[in-house]
């Protein structure tokens, strides 16, 4: 084994050193792939990088391989859902609360339903709630008006609410 001298970060000569303690200094970090070095009886500086007795030790790491993630099956946004809010919007809306409140109820319920059945498969769970409480409350104040009107009066079986 050959003695080596390198140049240090401070810019000094260091050595001549046996092979072991140039190992000793790469491993406690005092020389690098880059450190110059001039082996025993050469008349050239060389990165310590390419001298062959220390390339191995600056060879490229390789790092793991990492597999791409396996994509699941694409969950979509559950029709029953996007129903049931389309149905709770338009009672809450619209003077039809009777018949679009028990839609947007029916097809929100089947909707959070197949969700939570399927998590895999559905999204939507937001929509199915949101057409829930639209639906709910749209029934809600429909049957307040008509208590209202029943108390005030103003509500006739034969013709509807009596208009002023």
Request: aromatic letters at 12%; hydrophobic letters at 45%.
């Amino acid at each position: 084994m050959g003695r080596y001298r390198i140049i240090g970060a401070d810019g000094r000569q260091y050595g001549p050193v046996f092979a072991e303690q140039l190992q000793q200094w790469i491993a406690e970090g005092r020389a690098n792939a880059q450190t110059h070095t001039l082996a025993e009886g050469a008349t050239e500086w060389k990165p310590l990088g390419v001298v062959p007795e220390f390339a191995t030790r600056f060879a490229p790491q390789t790092p793991p391989t990492i597999s791409p993630p396996v994509p699941g099956p694409v969950r979509k946004t559950n029709s029953n859902a996007m129903a049931g809010l389309i149905f709770g919007i338009l009672a809450f809306f619209c003077c039809c609360k009777f018949l679009f409140g028990p839609l947007g109820l029916i097809f929100s319920l089947v909707g959070l339903s197949q969700i939570n059945r399927h998590p895999e498969f559905y999204e939507g769970r937001g929509l199915a709630i949101a057409g829930l409480v639209l639906s709910i409350l749209s029934l809600l104040l429909a049957i307040l008006f008509i208590l209202i009107a029943l108390v005030t009066g103003n509500f006739h079986l034969s013709g509807g609410f009596h208009r002023f």
